[in-house]
Nanobody, 134 residues
């Protein structure tokens, strides 16, 4: 499956947890880059977490580090994003994206890619909405 398909979004109260899933052929991206991005109305799309599948190297934005965990299950061809201690500011549409090849360079002084570098990703899912209420 070339185009990722996300699921698992929903509404949750602050402090709660959600796990997003992304159906994507992890074999097709066995030495590629898979990432989670989010966008809320009026804001630029931002990188949240990523993984270089060849080595399992993970990347996180500062805003989600220590709260979110990205992982992959090759047997199920699925990418996950476990989100804990959710905050209202995490409310957004979450997208899964895939890139054949190594992950793009990280933004300066950041643990994740800039919006410009995120344009390197080849395939994008339709998104799944996450809403966190206070």
């Amino acid at each position: 499956q070339e185009r990722p398909v996300e699921s698992g979004g929903g509404s949750v109260q602050a402090g709660g947890s959600l796990r997003l899933s992304c159906a994507v052929s992890t074999y097709s991206y066995s030495s590629g880059c898979l990432g989670w991005f989010r966008q809320s109305p009026g804001k630029e799309r931002e990188g949240v977490a990523g993984i270089f599948t060849g080595r399992g190297t993970t990347y996180y934005s500062d805003s989600v580090k220590d709260r979110f965990t990205i992982s992959q299950d090759n047997a199920k061809n699925t990418l996950y994003l476990q989100m804990n201690s959710l905050k209202p500011e995490d409310t957004a549409m979450y997208f899964c994206a895939a890139l054949r090849g190594p992950c793009p360079p990280l933004a300066p002084n950041s643990g994740i890619w800039s919006p410009r570098e995120s344009l390197n990703f080849d395939f994008w899912g339709q998104g799944t909405q996450v809403t966190v209420s206070s």
